[in-house]
DNA sequence: TCAACGAGACGAACCGTCTCGTATTGAAAT
DNA sequence: ATTTCAATACGAGACGGTTCGTCTCGTTGA
């Protein structure tokens, strides 16, 4: 068993170019056949190599899908804040538009579902996916609320995490659905959770 | 292969005995073992029955499940109608309140979660989900709305359809995130939507 | 020097199909 | 009404195929 933590005195280390293989194969394979018809063996010939190796660095298929998605939103290092015009409700707009097609691009779509079936039926997954990437794409979205109710948009005292779940939840469980993802259900949905938020 | 349409000149039927051992046994096998190890040679075993007898009557485990859902919501013929005390309000609270216990509860939530991870990755199981459970639960909830509406409680012209998705998506969302489900929220979420309704 | 590597052999589990012999049913014959 | 009979589902499990996760091999490379 390979210690990671500490470097070894001599022998081979992890294969950089094996790993981003593994990441692109999955990511491709999960597209074209689905979650069901992923297997490590078929991960493991795309990307030319061995099994072991994939079992000796990740302990699921999930795990490895994380990781290919992380590694997917790591390369182009965007910036990590949402849009500030400050005007609350045009931002969102975009922001849950621009969000809206992402999702129903058919090179995401079946990789994501793939991903959000996996993490629903294990909990340890679960857990990684919320501290590697929903924590910190959570924060910048309480922070774009926290700079309205800063700005006097908002009242004061606003349940930052209810605001965040009103406003992206409608369009997470819409596409899990298979529902219409408009532009149109995207502003109707900011205009009603925001003047919701200002009557409080 | 059987043909169900047209009733057989002779030879047994399907045997509502085995049906029903079959959906028990599923129901009972997910939510001890998960549904990542959830066989149909298991299923086949713990009910007493030939593999044959699945394959002949279901196309896939997912729709199984869906059945041994059916039959649980089937056999106590529940009011097909949402609460109405005139309050909305405290009627949304407490269908929500109750949703949320049901969420957590342990004997559902690993049942929910295989049927939910299935549908994610199997379009046409999405598809008879929607038929024949989603739909008619999705009207109940529209019919109650629209009696608000009609008592003048929310504005005319209520985007029915968003309404019932901004009040139980939050929630569904939260289950499949392994949040909080408390009635602290569900409260917060239902005043905090209806503000957002009451005031377009 | 030594661990990670690609390759693949290995037994176990489960897949979905099939083939038994048995049990159950409705229709036809008595 | 009773018996006979053909058709069909049933429980059981054999079957080849696929994938699992583990385990060796030599080979490569830091």
Chains 1, 2 share one sequence.
Request: aromatic residues 6%; proline residues 6%; hydrophobic residues 45%.
């Amino acid at each position: 068993m390979p210690d990671v933590t500490r470097a070894a005195r001599g022998g081979a280390r992890r294969s950089e170019t094996s790993r981003r293989a593994i990441l692109a194969a999955a990511f491709e394979l999960v597209g074209e056949v689905g979650y069901a018809r992923l297997t490590i063996e078929g991960i493991a010939a795309r990307a030319g190599v061995g099994k072991q190796t994939i079992y000796r660095w990740w302990p699921s298929k999930g795990v490895v899908l994380l990781d290919a998605f992380l590694a997917l939103s790591e390369d182009p290092q965007g910036d990590p804040a949402l849009p500030d015009s400050g005007d609350l409700e045009a931002d969102l707009k975009l922001v849950l538009r621009a969000t809206a097609a992402e999702l129903v691009d058919p090179r995401y779509d079946l990789p994501m579902r793939a991903l959000a079936a996996a993490m629903l039926t294990d909990p340890s997954l679960r857990a990684e996916y919320e501290q590697r990437l929903e924590q910190p794409l959570r924060a910048v979205k309480r922070a774009r609320v926290e700079r309205a109710v800063a700005a006097g948009q908002l009242p004061p005292g606003t349940d930052l995490d209810l605001a965040v779940d009103l406003l992206w939840s409608p369009l997470w469980r819409r596409w899990q659905d298979g529902g219409e993802l408009t532009a149109a259900f995207a502003d109707a949905l900011v205009e009603t959770v925001l003047a919701g938020l200002r009557a409080r």
